[in-house]
Each structure stands twice: as C-alpha cells, then as structure tokens.
Nanobody
Framework: QLQLVESGGGLVQPGGSLRLSCAAS????????IGWFRQAPGKEREGVSC????????YYADSVKGRFIISRDSAKTTVYLQMNSLKPEDTGVYYC????????????????????WGQGTQVTVSS
C-alpha cells in the first residue's frame, strides 16, 4: 500500500512562506494523483490543492489560488506545496493523500476520493 510522509511544517509570520513535502515510500507516484488537505482546530478537513499523476493538471481551492503552488519531482517520488503570502487562516494540520487515477489528468479535492493518507504536519501562521 502507498505510504506517504509529510514534512516542512512549522511556525511562520503572516506574509511568510513555507514549502511542504509529501514523500512516497514503497511505490512511485506514477499512477497517483496527490492532494493536499488541511484541518484547523474545530473545523472539517478541507481540500487545498491537487496535482494529477502526470503533473499536467493542477487544482486549487479558491482560498489559496494565486498563493500556493503544487508540483511534483521528475523522479515521481515527492510532491511539494509551496505556500506564499501565508495568512493566519492558513493555520492547521496539513495532510497529503493519494488517489489511484486511471487518467493522467484527473484531479479532485473530495476527501472520499483519496485512499492513502499521511500523518500530517503542523503549519502555524502567527506573529
């Protein structure tokens, strides 16, 4: 089974940047779309961004569009989420998740579409 491990979280001031990584073990990500989700205290987990298995399609929630960039490395073992112009409302635990996709361009932000989840990494945006 695909196993994912997130890293790169931390404490950052408003307006700052962080880059999160999602590393796969046991499998390459050739056939998996990867999504990033976040959960703030007391709130539902929400989809943030997704990249297709080919890397040719990306999808962003409106709340992060223009500030976050999702990408994947050429070895297809790691997906990144570059987060710029961070706001306090971006605070939460960030999870990456894998979706076995039969189309190289399929993306989704529906939690139920994803079957493999990492353990999460904390992002705190505060002055």
């Amino acid at each position: 089974q695909l196993q994912l491990v997130e890293s790169g979280g931390g404490l950052v001031q408003p307006g700052g940047s962080l880059r999160l990584s999602c590393a796969a073990s046991g499998f390459t990500l050739d056939y998996y779309a990867i999504g990033w989700f976040r959960q703030a205290p007391g709130k539902e987990r929400e989809g943030v961004s997704c990249i297709s298995s080919s890397g040719g399609s990306t999808y962003y929630a409106d709340s992060v569009k223009g500030r976050f960039i999702i990408s994947r490395d050429s070895a297809k073992t790691t997906v990144y989420l570059q987060m710029n112009s961070l706001k306090p409302e971006d605070t939460g635990v960030y999870y990456c998740a894998g979706l076995r996709a039969y189309s190289g361009y399929y993306t989704s932000l529906k939690r139920s579409d994803f079957g493999s989840w990492g353990q999460g990494t904390q992002v705190t945006v505060s002055s």
